[in-house]
């Protein structure tokens, strides 16, 4: 095979193996579904020292099947057990059950960090693979073939989430395409074989349907025998239920509470035209035609879970006056200028991140204060936003309740379900809420329900305003994170945090030799680059919506931009001092104007210029890397000590939790100065003992 063949198909594998590792785990681990970054770091981290270390190593490549195959045996493990990780405090709230496990006992904690370690060391195999085909072609040419593979394993496995198919075809792809490039010895044949043998005995999941976000699987509801809809779990969860809220079951069971819950935003106001946001299996769209909508259009990020909605019990989407929408909701309002009588949001939280590369939940970017201004700005003059949430602590609570006072300048209706009704509560602001002088049920925050700060009472009722306190943080595009009950890194992560810098000391001092035989002139690009890329993720999803497509969309521009630098520099003798300037005032101006100066230019080329404004710095990091990395000796140490730095970039991101995700610009920044300062005052890394590439 030609050396630019077999780096092109390794480079393939290893972004291929970490998009379907970071994809699959979650729905195998349930806690991994709102940490997911720290699996794409540890997959990184074993990359980056597998690269580091490939002439020499305990680790071969013929090992990769073997490790493969440990890794799944033990997510299938945790998967079957449903071991719940505990959580080590509660100021940020995860979901239900899993925000209220016990506290972690040491060996709880163990596990997780044998788990990841187990993740980190599956790809070191592929990092030495990658490491010795890089020697082989000159460092420019094989950096660019390796992006050229990258790209083109998000494309396959972007194609893959689009037709729907499931872990079993993703792991059986990977494994054929990965034994052409290994040695055929009895333990490449033997690993093989079991993981072969271990996917398929973990695929017989009967009826699962995977979606761009979530493994999902249904089952039937009966109350009293008498079938009344239909449960979707998600990553092993609970997500929606499609009931029959009609009325002609209110004598079964808690249905007429539950009813009362998506009946109450269509007690105020006009129920003219209509727009469901997070509209799910359409029990709110149902709602919405029962009070006599005259449009409704429902809006649902996922489009397996809209095409359920086709079987939901009251048949809701075969309205002619539905029109049903599969868009993330902030890039379809801003593409509308449509005005509605009423706008819901019904039970819209999410069980998943955003990226695999940050801590952003998909849901972050709704409940921000700019997202209410757009919502209101979309409602005529008499117009109802009601936002429908189940609230497990108050200052979640007290956030939903500050949100809709800013943005309307009265404080909201809020409607309490009973416990009986599935903990909704039911948020109503707009001018025709103002005229309204409900009856207040008693309630008292602080008696607490099952260790949680809010409760749900027998009956429900409206709240007075005086349940609700003030001086707590409000979400925004900047920091967008409702579930944080202040400005801090929780111990929640803090942990994941710890795990990995053990795990990066663990495998640089053992596998690498320690942090000599790292350039940290590439590993400060690495971790300056992921922090910029993560924030240019998190600001395009504002533009263009929380989505994968706008997720894979913007990681393959910035590998084009990383193309394009490359044959810049093979080209032309780029000066390094006048690179770094232009890129350190690139950022420095991006963080001081932002660009939210751009979102009133009504242009099609609007969408380009967002992208371009995020994306030059990496342009011009690419410049930097690719021009230096033509003078190593050993490029493949640039390439690992690049990885290693990414590792470090990704807990680094964590930071916006504190000060906000443009922040990150600033701490980019720095790292970019560490990294010029490492080339102006270089000391060679020790390096590894092995054979040149060809010059």
Known sequence: MPAWLNLLAISFLTLYFELLIVRWLPTEIRILAYFSNVTLITAVLGMGVGTLVWTRSRFRPEHAYWL??????????????????????????VWNGLSRAATGTPSQYLALFFFLALNTAAFVPLGQMLGRAFD?????????????????????????????????????????????????????????????????????????????????DVAGISTAGTPVGFELHVNQDSHQQALDLSGRFDRLGDLATRRRIYDEPYRVGTNGDVLIVGAGTGNDVAAALRAGARSVEAVELDPVILD????????????????????????????SGKQYDKIVLGYLDSHALFSAMSSVRLDN???TEQFFRELKDHLRPNGVLAVTFTVHEAWIANRLYALFRNTFGEPPLVFQGARSSSCGTVFLGGAPVAELSP???????????NGRSWIYGTDGGYLAPTVFSDGIDLPSDDWPYLYLSE??????????????????????????????????????????????????????????????TVNAFVIAMILALILLANLV???????????????????????????????????????????????????????????????????????????LGAVVGGVLEYSSMLWGLRALYLVAAGLYLLSWTAQRFRVAPALVAGPHRRQ
């Open 569 to 643: 520099a093979s080209r032309w003798a780029v000066p390094t001092g006048p690179t770094y300037v232009a890129l350190l005032v690139w950022i420095l101006a991006t963080y001081a104007v932002g660009v939210d100066w751009l979102i009133g230019w009504d242009s099609p080329a609007r969408t380009w210029v967002v992208v371009a404004v995020l994306c030059m710095p990496l342009f011009f990091a690419g410049l930097i890397f690719a021009r230096h990395i033509a003078e190593r000796g050993q490029a493949w140490v640039a390439l690992g000590s690049n990885m």
């Open 68 to 93: 493969f195959a440990a890794l799944i045996a033990v997510a299938y493990l945790y998967g079957g057990l449903d071991i719940a990780l505990p959580l080590a405090t509660t100021s940020n709230f």
């Open 365 to 367: 970017f709704v409940y």
């Open 487 to 548: 400005r801090a890194i929780p111990l929640n992560y803090l942990i994941p945090m710890l795990v990995l810098t053990a795990l990066g000391m663990i495998f640089v001092g053992g596998q690498v030799g320690g942090v000599r035989a790292i350039d940290f002139h590439f590993f400060f690009l690495g971790a300056a680059f992921l922090l910029v890329e993560t924030k240019a993720l998190t600001e395009l999803a504002v533009f263009l919506g929380s989505t994968w």
């Open 136 to 216: 082989q072609l000159p460092p420019i040419r094989a950096y660019s073939v390796n992006v050229t593979g990258a790209i083109l394993g998000i494309g396959a496995f972007a194609l893959f989430s689009v037709i729907g198919l499931p872990p079993t075809v993703w792991f059986l792809v990977g494994f054929a395409l990965l034994w052409p490039l290994l040695p055929r010895t009895r333990a490449v044949w033997a690993g093989g074989v079991v993981c072969v043998g271990l996917v398929l005995a973990g695929s017989f999941h009967a009826g699962t349907r995977w979606s761009p976000y979530y493994k999902i």
């Open 308 to 335: 359920f909605g086709a079987l939901h019990p009251e048949k809701p989407y075969q309205d002619p006056r539905v029109v049903a929408v599969n868009a993330d909701a902030r890039g379809y309002l801003r593409r």
């Open 439 to 449: 009856e207040y049920v008693a309630f008292d925050p602080a008696a607490g329900h």
